[in-house]
């Protein structure tokens, strides 16, 4: 729970918020919940499929994305590398919630 604050907060290094958090982190609770959205669905549990779906992904997506716009703020290096790192997870964690 303390690496979720200091994601949300932007304390943690750019780097790690956008590889370990919007890259592998994303890719793993998405495929998650797309599997048990589509398990639920499969066995008419359309009320559970679409809570699981997105009781899950879509806070996790948005804290994600907060977290990384911070640390983007903080980021020392080429502002270049920050603003890419912002579009990528926005652009990343709104079609990752919407499918």
């Known amino acids: 729970m303390k690496a979720l604050g200091r ?9 790690q918020a956008f590889w370990n958090w919007a890259v592998i982190g994303a890719f793993i609770v998405n495929l998650s ?11 008419d549990y359309t ?3 679409f ?5 899950f992904s879509v806070p996790y997506n948005i804290l994600v994305a907060v977290g990384v716009w911070r640390s983007a703020g903080r980021y ?4 270049r590398w920050a603003n ?12 990752l919630s919407l499918t």
């Not at 994601?7 to 780097?15: H, N, V, Y």
């Not at 919940?33 to 066995?43: D, G, H, K």
């Not at 809570?51 to 009781?55: E, K, L, M, S, T």
């Not at 890419?84 to 079609?95: E, W």
């Open 7 to 15: 994601l949300w907060r932007g304390e943690l290094p750019l780097s």
């Open 33 to 43: 919940t797309s599997v048990l959205f589509l398990a639920l669905l499969m066995n």
């Open 84 to 95: 890419l790192a912002r579009i990528v997870t926005t652009a990343g964690m709104v079609i």
């Open 47 to 49: 009320a559970a499929a």
């Open 76 to 79: 020392k290096g080429e502002q």
């Open 51 to 55: 809570i699981a779906g997105y009781a």
